[in-house]
């Protein structure tokens, strides 16, 4: 069992920027491929971003590519997802989720998940 614990939420202008992180509990935490997901009001939950488990691979949305950086320190058990330039538009919960998976495409895939952390972003 993992247990998944989000920070670094909070509101920021437009233009700004925020670090996510996200603390694992568990000392497999390398063995999982991490992701972050979103979920606006009204609207279905989407993938952010996703990293392998040893975080050579990494995947975006096109919606986030070229301003948000997802990464992940298996020494300290943490997975970040730094945001900058954002957008009213990201505004959402956000939420990481480990897969036993080693290329996990879908969040069907995702085995745990945290509770979330608000995400928002003022015009």
């Known amino acids: 069992q993992v247990q998944l614990v989000e920070s670094g939420g909070g509101l920021v202008q437009a233009g700004g920027s925020l670090r996510l992180s996200c603390a694992p509990s568990?000392?497999?935490?390398?063995?999982?491929?991490m992701g972050w997901f979103r979920q606006a009001p009204g609207k279905e939950r989407e993938i952010v971003a996703a990293i392998s488990r040893s975080g050579g691979v990494t995947y975006y949305a096109d919606s986030v590519k070229g301003r948000f950086a997802i990464s992940r320190d298996n020494a300290k058990n943490t997975l970040y997802l730094q945001m900058n330039s954002l957008k009213p538009e990201d505004t959402a919960v956000y939420y990481c989720?480990?897969?036993?998976?080693?290329?996990?495409?879908?969040?069907?895939?995702?085995?745990?998940w945290g509770q979330g952390t608000q995400v928002t972003v003022s015009s």
């Open positions: 989720a480990a897969s036993h998976a080693v290329a996990p495409s879908t969040e069907y895939q995702y085995d745990y």
């Open positions: 568990g000392r497999t935490y390398s063995s999982y491929a």
